[in-house]
């Protein structure tokens, strides 16, 4: 199984607090008291505009009533900053309740070259940074939520005017990674939330204590990578992300020649040389029809990624015309090949929806016939009881039971593979050893009756790892629509769908401490997390659950 890992990101916001034209490193805003700096920290600084008022100074803190700004971000005028250790701090808090609480946190360096502004407020964390290196500035921006993370970065002149390709002096015009190229650049942006492509194509590592990991430099960064295919993850991502000591604040991008689509993983092939001339072109074209397909049976059933042309077809299994389908290339003295698609093609993570179960509650007897709609090349993996015709139950209503055929039963069973799933963008973090507590709180508060609740708690309690965290959320009915219909004879008076969304997380403090589900918290977020099934005064009514759960080691549960 492919193993998902989440990438360690530095966090960024979108918000503009200060729109003078600037044109200096530092504008006066008030007044014009003009300070000449020097840096110690081997960052070349200039003659700048600052503007302040000296409220107090007492011992080592001088509080200061200030406006300041690098290129475009700003301390507002009305927030009073500290002066701690080689920073300028302000804080400004609006909103009177949680959930509409805006908290501002302003740093900026005293030497004039660094600018943090972060926003948090319910369920979102924005930071925008600036830092100036020479006669640049590396602006990032990005928001984080529960469920992950948008970022980008760009590259500036001191007007603001962004520079396209503008290189590091100390980083190489590209590196080679087990005889793939990768290019460095500093202008980059990704959605990184499981199972978006950019998901699946980035990687960035942690250190012990959960922060991004800082390189020495790029040898040290690429020996790293390399020993991580060979005896970790036996694959190559197509970009990677790097933070290193000189300039811990800045994103090196490093993007590989092969589509992003393409996600090159390491095979192994007998060393008869015989069989390699015959079957390895020496362009890479892989000519193999037998393994080909394996390989492609490989990635659906085991790795659980579809394959799919440009106009969208599943691609299950090729005949000779459509070799060559991959590409390898050997890597290392021991006969370990890297394998991608060609460029055309392009794979798809897969989720399984467990377990969706539909009850029907009827004031009588009746009979009435459910059709199950799903998605093209969606497909179900198990029924109960079986259908009666294709896609379709035919059933008998009695006292709150349902009939197929000689079988009675609580309710009717489904699960199914379905391609192109999306996370949610906000939801709880939640413990392993918590998860009980926490579904009998969010349930009793959709309204589960007593028997859909045992039900549902009995079949996830046990997929939950004691010692691990989890990303968890709910869908409703107008998500679940989209992936699969239910489409009844007889329409329901109520029709009420909720779908488990969760998936495992490497906790960090630093990030999801305010998500994080406790018993002091549990109400928090329900407001906007949480819908209610209003039941009662209906002749018919259906309720359905179900759920999607990722772990990281494995894209699906069943």
Known sequence: MKKRIWII???????????????????????????????NTGVNTEKSNWTGNIISNTGSKTEIK??????????????????????????????????????????????????????????HKEIKKIFKIWDIYIKSNGSIWCGGTTLTQKVVDKNGKEIANYLLSELSKNISIWSIIYTPTLVWE??????TDDYNNFKAYEDSEGWDKIFENE??????????????????????????KKYPWVNVIYNSLQDKNNRIRIIYL?????????????????????????????????????????????????DSAKLPFFVVKKFDAKWNYLI?????????????????????????????????????????????????????WKFQSQNKKIKVGEETYDYLYYSMITAWYQHNRNGWIVSGNNIVNFFEDKLEKINFNKQEKSDFIDFWK????????????????????????????KTPDKEFRVLLDSYEVNYNENHYKKYLYTEENKDKFDTDLIQRFERGNANREVFEWGGVLEKDDSTIIK
Not at 224 to 241: A, C, G, M
Request: with cysteine; net charge negative; glycine share 2%.
């Open 9 to 39: 990101i530095i966090f960024f916001i979108i918000l503009e607090s200060c729109s003078q034209n600037q044109n200096n490193l530092i504008k006066n805003i008030s007044n014009n008291q003009t300070w000449t700096t020097t840096s």
């Open 270 to 318: 007998w060393t008869d040389k015989n069989y390699l001339s015959k079957n390895i072109k020496t362009n890479g074209d892989f000519i193999d029809l037998v393994l080909t397909n394996k390989i492609i049976w490989y990635y659906g059933e085991e790795s659980y990624q579809w394959i799919f042309d440009e106009d969208g077809t599943r691609i299950t299994k090729v």
């Open 66 to 123: 200030s406006s300041y700004c690098l290129l475009n971000l700003c301390i507002p005028q009305e927030v009073v900053a500290k002066e701690e250790n080689w920073f300028y701090l302000g804080t400004l808090k609006i909103g009177e309740n949680v959930e509409d609480e805006e908290t501002y946190s302003y740093k900026m360096s005293k030497t004039w070259d660094y600018f943090e502004l972060t926003l948090e407020w319910f369920m």
């Open 340 to 392: 991608h698609l060609q460029p055309w093609y392009k794979l798809q993570s897969l989720a399984e929806m467990c377990k969706p179960v539909v009850y029907y509650y009827s004031d009588k007897d009746e009979e009435n016939y459910l059709t199950l709609i799903p998605k093209k090349y969606d497909y179900f993996t198990h029924l109960i009881p079986a259908f009666n015709k294709e896609n379709t």
């Open 219 to 244: 040898k040290n960064f690429k020996s790293f990578i390399e020993d991580q295919v060979l005896n970790v993850e036996k694959r190559l991502y197509n970009s990677y992300i790097a933070q290193y």
């Open 462 to 489: 046990g997929e939950y790892e004691k010692y691990k965290y989890y990303f968890v959320s709910f869908k409703y009915k107008e998500d679940l629509d989209k992936i699969i219909s239910l489409n009844f004879e």
């Open 190 to 195: 990704g959605n990184f939330r499981s199972p």
